[in-house]
């Protein structure tokens, strides 16, 4: 079935002709003087400059054009890897950003009780000299591993600089503990190396795609879309795992409508079928495997008889699709997934689909998982950070063994709210919303309120924002520089975020935050450079560029490498045994399964479905709700629920209807999609809905929020990211 990339990727009109930033101010904002707009100089005619996206943390290379000196649209830059010219809908609608009308305008103070959204408008000295004061006493009084920093996307980089400066190694995201971290660890337990971002998937050779749950097209990485297209376009046989009809799934030759949870019995019987077939790539499993005999015994048990009792999925199918995978290795691809914490379990499902993958043979090679390379940019030449004199408090004690790599943003939530193993006293957060993004929302808000300082970095005043006791605004990504792009890719590649325009108010961008803050804290040999194109250019001079060739260009490739394997070449796993371990002696030492289980997962109780989310095409999690090039496309999510279902309860398709978890937490209304495209035992709705900060009017209570329904979460014992697809809810109807 062909499959149309503009329905994709393309979305016409999402330019912004005339209009002005408006410079109301927000009523909720006491004593705020009125904040006069800046008047752009016309500069006649269209000019185009390059930069990269910031709607997502993907890092589209893009153009965008002014017309008469106002930002008038966006594009991809064809010369940029990641876009290949061509930007996602959501890109695309990047200019709202920089007019959206709820944006925060000034820097903000607290008046009264934390989360009460009253705040008094202050000045950037004002505010950076409050923060400045208790940052001081909180590293007098506790010690500076007390402050923590929460930040996501690139802008963090300045932040996250200025607090190793400070002395904290308490730096963390919610794009690992509650997004990729349990795929990979579960692959680099398995392979001795992770999967990155971009995913090194080589989707547009594969043959034959397997989605277990990634739901590319709802999920718009532009990339993977683009490359997902390519690959159905030329015919690759696609596997859908998913208990929803996704977007992906109206794609696919083979639909496994699996019961939630179960997708580990499923990995475990097509593994079973593979091996007892001799299906696999035996020469690649002969040199390359460790542990492989105690492997196949292990599995010899899980029949796709056995698989269908726990997933639903007929056993014909399950042996059906297998050989399908068996019949395109080594350019089949399992899809390892992205947003990988649904159970509790997902380290060991990830090495599942690690494993699977590695009976394709297909590391190294075209159609499987490709070799990366980077542009290498020297970093910064700055001084050496002071050497924290305690560990990270996100682990005490290891609990987690192998959290590895990144930090856990709920472990420093619960590291606040115990004080264990050591009191923290500071938040800063930077471009995260941690009350939509981490699980259970009264949690977030008991540890904010043992704090002595929550300072929030934002561009709109998001939820987290009103929790804050100093908000302060920050410029959009058209009206800044941030730092360099250079990611392990199939290209190597720099490329620059650069202002396209002025921000319209008094908002700064991150760089001139941290380095103002820094040098109120005494940290100024961290920040010896007087801007941020002295930085850039610095570490552009340091690998032969310059900032002056990247700000004409947006975009540069470095010298070709190869990404496969050439054919009697090996691969290099850096595993402990050097080899793909099928049998993990690092788990077993530490008291896990050497080889995945099964363990069937908690029903809902009767009258209960299982709460499941994702993503729309045209919205970030709860980053864009008021753009209103998107909020114009999507204005408030909707609830999946089955049609038979949905009958039975007697519930019309658009009703509204409000959730009950089943810890009694109540949703605001959300609209029923009636449909066929969802099992009866779960319903489903897009992520990042339903915020409730009064101060942010365009979308307070416009659709429902999952984030407050995940009340549970189940922690993995491995690495410690929070799981949570583990609530059920009933559906009410008083509106
Ligand atoms: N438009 C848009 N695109 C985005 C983002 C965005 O905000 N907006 N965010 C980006 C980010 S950071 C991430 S991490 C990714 C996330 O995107 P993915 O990694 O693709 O998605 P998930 O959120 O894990 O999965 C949601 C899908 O899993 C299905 N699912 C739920 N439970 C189960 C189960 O038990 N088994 C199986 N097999 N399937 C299940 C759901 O029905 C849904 O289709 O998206 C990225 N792309
Ligand atoms: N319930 C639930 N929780 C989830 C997920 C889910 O699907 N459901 N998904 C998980 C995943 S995969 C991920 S990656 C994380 C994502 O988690 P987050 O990164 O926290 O995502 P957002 O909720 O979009 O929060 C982004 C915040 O940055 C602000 N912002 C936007 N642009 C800028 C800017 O230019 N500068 C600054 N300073 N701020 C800016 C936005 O207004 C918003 O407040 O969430 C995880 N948590
Ligand atoms: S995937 Fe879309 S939103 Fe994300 S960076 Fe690329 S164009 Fe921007
Ligand atoms: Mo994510």
């Given amino acids: 079935m062909a499959i149309s990339r503009r329905r994709f990727l393309k979305i016409t009109g999402a330019t912004f002709g005339a209009v002005a930033a408006t410079s109301a101010i927000n009523p909720v904002i006491k004593g705020a003087k009125k904040i006069e707009e800046k008047t752009v100089k016309p500069v006649k005619g269209i000019v185009k400059i390059p930069t990269y996206c910031d709607i ?408 987290i924002a009103g929790w804050a006791d100093v908000v302060l605004p920050e410029s959009v990504y058209l009206e800044r520089y941030d730092d360099l792009n250079t990611p392990l890719f199939r290209e190597g590649f720099v490329s620059l975020r650069q202002p396209v325009v002025d921000s319209p108010h008094d908002q700064k961008p991150n760089w001139w935050i941290a380095k103002k803050l820094g040098e109120k804290l005494g940290l100024q040999k961290y920040f010896p450079w007087k801007n941020i194109e002295e930085y850039l250019d610095t570490r552009l001079k340091l690998a032969g560029l310059s900032l002056k060739e990247l700000k004409k260009k947006g975009v540069i490739k470095a010298p070709e490498e190869p990404v496969y394997l050439d054919k009697n070449e090996d691969p290099e796993f850096y595993t402990p045994t050097g080899k793909i371990e099928f049998y993990s002696l690092q788990l077993k030492e530490k008291g896990f399964d050497p080889v995945p289980k099964y363990t069937r997962p908690e029903e809902p109780p009767a009258g209960y479905f299982r709460l499941l989310y994702g993503r729309a095409p045209v919205h970030t999690f709860s980053k864009t709700q008021s753009n209103k090039l998107l909020s114009d496309l999507m204005q408030e999510n909707e609830l999946w629920i089955n049609a038979d279902v949905a009958r039975r309860m007697g519930i019309k398709n658009g009703e509204y209807v409000r959730l009950k978890n089943q810890d009694g937490i109540v949703s605001n209304k959300v609209k029923a999609k009636v449909t066929e495209r969802i099992r009866t035992d779960c319903v489903f709705m897009v992520h990042g809905f339903g915020q409730q900060s009064k101060m942010y009017r365009k979308t307070f209570e416009k659709g429902a929020s999952d984030s407050q329904l995940i009340t549970r979460y189940k922690v993995d014992p491995i690495m410690g990211g929070t799981g949570m697809n583990v609530n059920f809810v009933t559906i009410e109807w008083e509106v």
């Fill in 56 to 463: 997502c943390f993907w890092k589209c290379g893009a153009v965008a054009y002014l017309k008469d000196g106002k930002l008038w649209k966006i594009e991809g830059n064809p010369e940029d890897p990641l876009s290949k010219g061509r930007l996602c809908p959501r890109g695309t609608g990047g200019i709202g950003a920089h007019y959206d009308e709820n944006r925060l305008k000034a820097p903000l103070l607290r008046k009264g009780s934390r989360g009460k959204e009253e705040f008094v408008q202050v000045t950037w000295d004002e505010a950076l000299d409050f923060i400045a004061r208790k940052m001081k006493k909180i590293k007098s009084d506790y010690g500076p591993e007390s402050m923590v920093l929460f930040s996501h996307g690139v802008g963090g980089t300045f932040f996250k600089h200025l607090m190793k400066a400070y002395g904290t190694p308490n730096l963390t995201a919610p794009s690992f503990a509650q997004c990729r971290g349990p795929r990979e660890i579960g692959f680099d337990l398995t392979y001795g190396d992770a999967i990155g971002s971009p995913e090194r998937t080589d989707l547009k050779n594969a043959e034959c795609i397997v989605l277990i749950g990634s739901h590319i097209g709802e999920n718009m990485h532009n990339t993977q879309v683009q490359e997902f297209s390519a690959a159905v376009e030329k015919g690759a046989s696609i596997i859908v795992v998913d208990p929803r009809f996704s977007v992906a799934a109206s794609k696919a030759k083979y639909y496994l409508p699996i019961k939630p949870g179960t997708d580990i019995a499923l990995l475990l019987a097509w593994m079973n079928v593979i091996v007892n077939e001799k299906l696999y790539d035996e020469e690649f499993i002969n040199k390359y495997a460790f542990g492989f005999e105690q492997f196949k015994y292990e599995i010899s048990k899980y029949t796709p008889e056995w698989a269908y009792i726990e997933t639903t999925i007929e056993p014909e199918l399950i042996r059906k699709t297998a050989r399908e995978m068996a019949r395109y290795k080594p350019a089949t691809i399992v899809h390892p997934g992205r947003h990988t914490t649904w159970y509790g379990n997902d380290t060991q499902r990830s090495r599942a689909i690690a494993l699977l993958n590695a009976l394709m043979g297909n590391w190294g090679k075209k159609g499987g998982f490709y070799l990366p390379y980077k542009y290498e940019i020297p970093k910064y030449p700055y001084p050496p950070y002071p050497k924290p004199a305690r560990e990270a408090a996100d682990n005490p004690n290891h609990k987690y063994p192998f959290a590895e790599g990144e930090k856990l943003s709920t472990g420093l939530r619960e590291a606040t709210l115990t004080e264990k193993p050591y009191p923290i006293k500071g938040w800063f957060v930077y471009g995260t919303n941690l009350t939509q993004s981490l699980p259970n929302r009264k949690e977030t808000i008991e540890a904010i309120q043992k704090l002595d300082l929550i300072v929030v970095v934002d561009v709109v005043p998001s939820e």
